[in-house]
């Protein structure tokens, strides 16, 4: 359970519901585990938080993408006795895992793209697993 | 369409909507396998099913997840001729694809996590494709 | 920002929210990569565009699904000034990657699958990165 052949990236999340950019810290990772080209898989191992990847330059939008999930959520009667449910949806909706490519040693994303952990249930301390799959294959 | 190089996961559903926690049958595909560490791509490969990650421990988790997804289908007119169309809207919120890491011969989840198949449109007999990606490089 | 070592595939847009089946460019663009088995990442650099996975063969399925998708953004203030924080919130939810297999020099899909480049913010150029991850390994 602690991320195995990988680095973990420890995130301290300080709202309810958030979006925090972890690209830095997972490009930290990709240094410690001395990978310069390929692909990394970045899991969450929680159940009420998630991971996604949007828009880094301006935080109104990572604010407006935690808010609009919030509003998304129906209102309705959920059965789970802990009364975090919607987090656990918008965790599903979401889903753990993240493949990204890397090339000179960091992740290689679009021009407007960070990565994002995404808190429902928080503030708490989470883990973000950062797992090396492979080195890139083949022409082009 | 059979799977290719990789165990299938027969998954018998028996509700319109469900979903069904499968994580004792992957890792059963991981033995057939005879993968112990790495990384594992589970694919759904059906247009009106997807796959995700959350809680296993209390099943009101699972069926608010299931019973919120519904929810959340907004009051439309679909064109889809077969009725379904909400199910393919959530198949493709959902996504088909779950990467997976490995260790010890079993997923290596998070403590509450468990993996799930999302039916939208039961009951019915369904699949789902493991396949080993790669052996874990890199220390750490 | 190119895409590293693999092949780009460029998709054209049409209108402001649009899934594209682009199936038959992945499998143009593996045949330029040489690839023939294995896991193949699909990756959207963009941060008002995604990608998913669900039926080709009835365009109704995609276009309701576009559509669902649209009307499920809920009626809220946002805050980005660029006035598409909408399309940022339904890439932010669909994701920026998907790992599929790869068999006979083809994506290995279920029946009635294809991919789909999903436009939120167009009609514009959009780019999808194609990279080979791995060959399968192990028995089964």
């Known amino acids: ?38 692909v990394v898989l970045l899991y969450c191992p929680h159940t009420t938080a998630a991971l996604t990847v949007n828009e880094s330059a301006d935080p109104d939008v990572y604010d407006d993408i935690s808010r609009g999930l919030s509003a998304m959520v129906p209102n309705m009667r959920f059965r789970h006795a802990e ?12 889903g753990p895992s993240l493949l990204l490519p890397v090339q000179g040693g960091r992740l290689e994303l679009g021009t407007w793209q ?18 090396p799959v492979s080195t890139v294959s083949g022409a082009g």
């Open 114 to 131: 960070g990565v994002f952990f995404c808190e429902f249930d928080g503030p708490r301390s989470r883990q973000l697993w950062v797992r």
């Open 1 to 38: 359970m602690n991320g195995g052949a990988g680095e973990q990236v420890t995130v301290r999340t300080s709202a309810v519901e958030q979006l925090v950019d972890v690209t830095a810290e997972v490009n930290d990772a990709l240094r410690g585990l001395g990978m310069t080209e390929g």
């Open 83 to 94: 009364g975090n449910a919607s987090a656990h949806l918008r965790a599903a909706m979401l």
